[in-house]
């Protein structure tokens, strides 16, 4: 079986309670909780019997935790349990905790220090509020963490820490991860995730759909050449080339080719000999962009990257006029700051946070949702580029990446990223799934290149990054976690 957006989807929390409540008329509810706190033992057992603090909060999360603390003390650990109240009566939480029978203490930082092992099951999908006080001191004298669905204090939508939040070794999330499991800083304070089946009906697949996705290989699927192919059924990508930074728009040309555009072609009015010394396969065109425009195969344009303010005024206007699929990109985005409107018709927007902030204001702590609502104001896809990427399409969707090392944030990485994205959409991606597959492609070509990377770089590695995307689409269902 192959991974599908099915296995990639990210539940936020308010999608996952509705998950749940749908759940509760299909099946037992308590079978959940029974799985999940099953899957929290299982996971705890892994890392060998040491003295454990089970720390449970009031709700469900705090229901996982009294399930798997009896397992563990069943299977004879020395298990000790901290609750902060009681659970609700009658809730399955409350089911939970009646089937632990050994003592129940306080929350006691002294404790949490004295454990080899802190299984924080304080709060989970349901935090509400910062978490602080006895409970931040708490978890944070743990010394080793297991967290169940999520570290207390991570938000499940946004990623964001709220009040405090311990760094775990391991977390077990249940049926399907989270946006704030991918979102940083949440990502950091996972240590590894294991999305654990706890039996979910099939049906809330279908009847509690959420529109984000972890960004992987099966989201998307990249086009397989035939021998019908040709140079220009491959893609044809054009670049504006500015006449003073020069290499900005070389990078994105190079990017282009090595994902794979038929031909790539850069316009430079101003200045073309300097981009003639340049790759042998990249043709270069001084004529005037109305006469390149012409052309109708040249649906693509890469514009903004070396562009100054008056090379962006003389191309981007008739590029959108043009109906061009435009991916507007650096000074493209400079040049539109505190008017994104001007940027209506381009087809991606690919701003870091700089650019972000300058356009649409924020983000602020809810990158998704701003890079969301960006999308829908523009009318465009919306990458919002950073160590943790958010690409957001204007009907909602979204998807988040995870696979770019640090060493990507370098001078040029952007630029070689907005041609690889071309590429794809000249191919005939649509944008969305183009501009996923182009953020996943660039930081697997910079997993490949290592540690040290130049820009220039990327563009050799691009080739073996689409081998791996083809093969892990194939690969099975079960390596999402
Ligand atoms: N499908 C699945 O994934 C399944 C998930 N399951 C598990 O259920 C968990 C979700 O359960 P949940 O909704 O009861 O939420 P959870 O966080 O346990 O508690 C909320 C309570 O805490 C309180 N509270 C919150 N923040 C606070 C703060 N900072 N400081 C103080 N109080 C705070 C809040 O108070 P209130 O806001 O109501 O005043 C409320 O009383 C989920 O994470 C997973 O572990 C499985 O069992 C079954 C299948
Ligand atoms: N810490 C990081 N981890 C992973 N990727 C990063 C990190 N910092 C930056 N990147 C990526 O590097 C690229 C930098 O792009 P950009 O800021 O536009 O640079 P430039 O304009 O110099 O090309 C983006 O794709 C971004 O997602
Ligand atoms: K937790």
Redesign the pocket.
């Known amino acids: 079986m192959s991974t599908g957006p099915d296995d990639l989807v990210l539940y936020a929390p308010e999608e996952m309670a509705a998950a749940d409540r749908l759940a509760a008329t299909l099946m037992p509810s308590f079978t959940l909780m029974r799985n999940a706190g099953r899957a929290v033992a299982r996971a705890a057992l892994q890392l060998g019997p040491q003295r454990t603090l089970v720390l449970c909060g009031p709700g469900g999360n705090g229901g996982d935790g009294y399930v798997a603390a009896t397992l563990l003390a069943q299977q004879g650990w020395p298990v000790e349990v901290a609750a902060l109240a009681e659970p609700r009566p009658g809730s399955d939480a409350a089911q939970a905790r009646a089937g632990w029978h050994g003592p129940i203490r306080g929350f006691d930082p002294e404790r949490a220090a004295a454990a080899d092992l802190v299984i924080d099951a304080v709060y989970g999908a349901g935090l509400s509020r910062p978490v602080e006080g006895l409970v931040a001191e708490t978890l944070s004298r743990a010394r080793r963490v297991l967290a169940v669905d999520v570290p207390s204090g991570i938000d499940g939508a946004t990623g964001a820490v709220r009040g405090m939040a311990p760094v775990a070794e391991l977390t077990v999330t249940f049926f399907r991860a989270k946006p704030g499991h991918w979102l940083l800083p949440g990502r950091e304070h996972l240590g590894r995730l294991v999305v654990a089946d706890i039996g979910m009906p099939e049906q809330v697949l279908r009847d509690v759909a959420p529109r984000c996705w972890e960004n992987r290989p099966g989201l998307w699927h990249l086009r397989v050449l035939t021998v019908h192919d040709h140079k220009y059924s491959r893609g044809v990508v054009s670049i504006c080339g500015g006449g003073n930074m020069t290499g ?1 728009a070389r ?1 994105a040309a190079g990017g282009a080719r090595g994902a794979g555009a038929g031909l790539v072609r850069l316009a430079a009015e101003h200045g073309a000999d300097l981009y003639r010394t340049g790759a042998p396969g990249l043709i270069v065109d001084e004529a005037p962009l109305e006469e390149l425009l012409a052309d109708e195969r040249r649906k693509v344009w890469v514009c903004g ?1 070396g562009l100054a303010g008056d090379e962006v005024e003389a191309s981007l206007p008739a590029l959108l006029r043009g109906g061009r699929q435009v991916i507007a ?2 000074g493209a985005l400079t040049g539109s700051a505190g008017d994104p409107g001007r940027l209506r018709g381009a087809a991606v927007l ?3 946070a ?2 972000f902030a300058r356009l649409f204001g924020g983000p602020g702590d809810d990158r998704l949702g701003a890079a969301r609502c960006a999308a829908a104001e523009v009318g465009a896809v919306v ?1 919002l ?5 958010i690409i957001a399409a204007p009907d909602g969707r979204a998807a988040i ?1 995870a696979n ?15 041609g690889v994205i071309a590429a794809l959409l000249a191919g005939g991606m649509a944008p969305f799934e183009a501009t996923c597959a182009g ?1 996943w492609l ?2 697997e070509a ?1 997993n490949i290149a290592g540690e040290g990377l130049l ?1 220039e770089d990327l563009l050799r590695c691009l080739p073996l990054a689409a081998r791996r995307a083809r093969g892990s689409a194939l690969a099975s269902a079960g390596a999402v976690s």
């Open positions: 900005a990078l990257p990109d650096a690919t701003p870091h700089g650019e990458l580029k950073g160590s943790d990427s990446n770019a090392p640090p060493w990507l944030g370098t001078a040029g990485a952007g630029d070689v990223l907005s953020v660039h930081g910079a820009a």
